[in-house]
Nanobody, 122 residues
Framework: QVQLVEAGGGLVQPGGSLRLSCTTS????????MGWFRQAPGKDREFVAL???????YYADSVKGRFTISRDNAKNAAFLQMNNLKPEDTAVYYC????????????????WGQGTQVTVSS
């Protein structure tokens, strides 16, 4: 069982930045594709970004150019740098892990963190 722990959420003003982290003690972290998803109240969970074990990245159109996903395999950690945040980015953000190489659907991820709240408001 892979356990994921997110951190870094909070309240930020529009235009501000936050950096989310996702850590695990899983020794084979480097063999997983890591994804970030978010879920706003009353909405479905949606794909935000993913990074494969080779380092290839993919982004949702809504965050492209503002968010950057990265990973540090030596630290068993994945990150989501969020810049120029907008009120519509407000959601609970989840990291997830999968053995599949590239998959955007939440159903394709086997392991999930508990989520961290991001609120963008003035």
């Amino acid at each position: 069982q892979v356990q994921l722990v997110e951190a870094g959420g909070g309240l930020v003003q529009p235009g501000g930045s936050l950096r989310l982290s996702c850590t695990t003690s899983e020794g084979t972290f480097s063999s997983y594709t890591m994804g970030w998803f978010r879920q706003a109240p009353g909405k479905d969970r949606e794909f935000v970004a993913l990074i494969t074990w080779t380092g290839t990245t993919y982004y949702a159109d809504s965050v492209k150019g503002r968010f950057t996903i990265s990973r540090d395999n030596a630290k068993n950690a994945a990150f989501l740098q969020m810049n120029n945040l907008k009120p519509e980015d407000t959601a609970v953000y989840y990291c997830a892990a999968t053995r599949r190489f590239i998959i955007y659907a939440a159903a394709g991820y086997n392991y999930w963190g508990q989520g961290t709240q991001v609120t963008v408001s003035s």
